[in-house]
């Protein structure tokens, strides 16, 4: 299990609605009355985390993963089953396929730029990690521990 960081994540998304900010009192600019129109997300906009939803969701599918659950996507490739878990900013990658989880990190650094924080030691909320996964076709997917 590896985990990544994408970095600035909500420069990502893209606006679909026209939002404009006050500029920062430090700027001079001609006239008081300016605003300026964002072109793309910015951080602490109420829209930032849903856009940049839609960006990696819009990749991952495009790149053969389905939509499993709302941050679970996963990628059935005959006996291989690479999984990505999203939360905010953080990707945890699994997959019985090592060549799998190089692939689409170097895709997701290309597309993204990602920190690898290397083997995952903690899952979100502080729960440890699980070392092994055994999947079961016909139940689903289980983790344990050894």
């Not at 404009?20 to 109420?46: D, E, F």
């Not at 990602?114 to 996964?133: A, D, E, H, Q």
Request: with cysteine; glycine share 4%; hydrophobic share 40%.
């Amino acid at each position: 299990m590896k985990q990544l960081d994408v970095n600035n994540v909500f420069f990502h998304g893209d606006l679909h609605e026209e939002v404009y900010i006050t500029l920062p009192p430090c700027l001079s600019l001609p006239s008081l009355h300016c605003v300026c129109k964002l072109q793309r997300s910015l951080y602490g906009l109420c829209q930032a985390g849903q856009q940049w939803y839609a960006k990696l969701s819009h990749f991952l599918l495009n790149n053969r993963y389905t939509l499993f659950d709302h941050s679970l996507f996963l990628k059935y490739n005959g006996t291989k089953l690479p999984a990505i878990l999203a939360y905010v900013d953080d990707l945890v990658l699994t997959s019985n396929d090592t060549e799998e989880i190089i692939v689409i990190t170097a895709s997701l650094d290309h597309h993204f730029k990602v920190k690898n924080l290397s083997n995952l030691t903690y899952l979100f909320f502080g729960l440890c990690s699980i070392p092994c996964i055994s999947v079961n076709t016909s139940d689903g997917i289980f983790m344990c521990s050894s």
